[in-house]
């Protein structure tokens, strides 16, 4: 069996899972891993078994034994680094969102040309969203009218202390709509096909003294005239399921993440599809994907011109809650 051997950088929390999830993808490697802290770095390699340890990002693409590269750093580094990547002919596998503006992620799209970079929107492959998006994008539902997106999540105070630039705008972009949400308004914006057109939105940040917003409202209108509503939250009491609720002239679809994905459909019957890769998490199944891209061009779902659309739309609605109207998105 050919075999991918994939390079992690940065070794925090979700590289971990990534890690852990990588056990379940036969066709993948952990060749090397590089963070900035040497010690966090040396225990992560222990932890998975990892045999090349680097500390600079420009010495492991150089030196590594690495087919290609997956990078979970903070978001204003995605840029470079993944232009870096690409000079050296290595693929990439990034952390939502592409980069951590609009601007850098139209210009990153012109510069790396044909290069495979996927982008880790992982509930593309959620059974129950991809269920969901094909079914919209077949028709079934008849034309659809309005989205209603809520993620009523929960983070601690660590999840700031532990990472210091998820609190600051200049290194995360925002808070918890580009981080959190934008998974769920992007699998809405990927299943409609349509590009989003305006936006108004509003932030807020209670429970917690940072820069980034920990609660946003927005609205989205999309070139086919759908009104997408988005509730994103860091700061729930309990943190409950995602709900997604699309309403078609033909029928409606709600999804719920929890206790497992699940998509209902009513006022339709519809065959439900399945997402192009076994697996038990959409986290596995998005980097089995990127995995057959890389080593036998079978088409990956979230290549890095896709995830342009939902952080256009994400920069509209934090630009409306700065101005306070409603605004265009940014022509892609």
């Given at each position: ?186 699998v809405v914006l990927w299943a409609l096909g349509e590009e989003p057109v305006s936006a108004m939105g509003y932030t807020a ?128």
């Amino acid at each position: 069996m050919k075999k991918l051997n994939l390079a992690i950088v940065g070794c925090g929390d979700i590289a971990g899972f990534t890690a852990l999830v990588s056990r379940l993808v036969p066709q993948v490697t952990l060749s090397a891993c590089c963070d900035v802290n040497a010690e966090r770095a040396g225990a992560f390699a222990k932890r998975h078994r990892i045999a090349q340890v680097f500390t600079e990002y420009n010495e492991l693409l150089a030196k590594a034994f690495a087919d290609a590269v997956y990078l979970a750093v903070p978001h204003h580094l995605h840029y470079e680094m993944i232009l870096s990547a690409v000079e050296a002919g290595k693929p990439v596998f990034v952390e939502k969102p592409v980069t951590r503006t609009l601007s850098e992620a139209k210009n990153l799209v012109e510069e790396i040309g044909h290069a495979k970079v996927g982008v880790n929107y992982q509930y593309r492959y959620d059974s129950g969203c991809y269920a969901l998006a094909r079914t919209v994008q077949a028709g079934a539902l008849g034309r659809v009218i309005s989205v209603r997106i809520n993620i009523p999540w929960s983070r601690k105070r660590s999840y700031f202390d532990g990472a210091a630039w998820h609190k600051s705008i200049a290194q995360a972009g925002g808070g918890t709509l580009i981080t959190q949400g934008s998974h769920f308004l992007d699998v809405v914006l990927w299943a409609l096909g349509e590009e989003p057109v305006s936006a108004m939105g509003y932030t807020a940040t209670p429970m917690f003294d940072v820069e980034v917003e920990t609660l946003v409202h927005g609205i989205v209108e999309t070139s086919g005239g759908t009104l997408i509503s988005i509730t994103s939250s860091m700061v729930a009491a309990t943190e409950q399921a995602v709900t997604i609720e699309v309403y078609g002239e033909k029928g409606t679809a709600t999804y719920r993440d929890l206790p497992f994905p699940l998509v209902k459909f009513t006022g339709v019957n519809v065959r439900r599809e399945r997402p192009p890769e076994w697996g038990v998490h959409a986290l596995q199944r998005s980097l089995a994907g990127f995995v057959k891209w890389v080593l036998h061009d079978k088409p990956f779902l979230i290549p890095a011109a896709s995830a342009v659309p939902v952080l256009a739309a994400v920069d509209a609605i934090y630009r409306s809650a700065k101005s306070g109207q409603r605004l265009e998105v940014e022509s892609l």
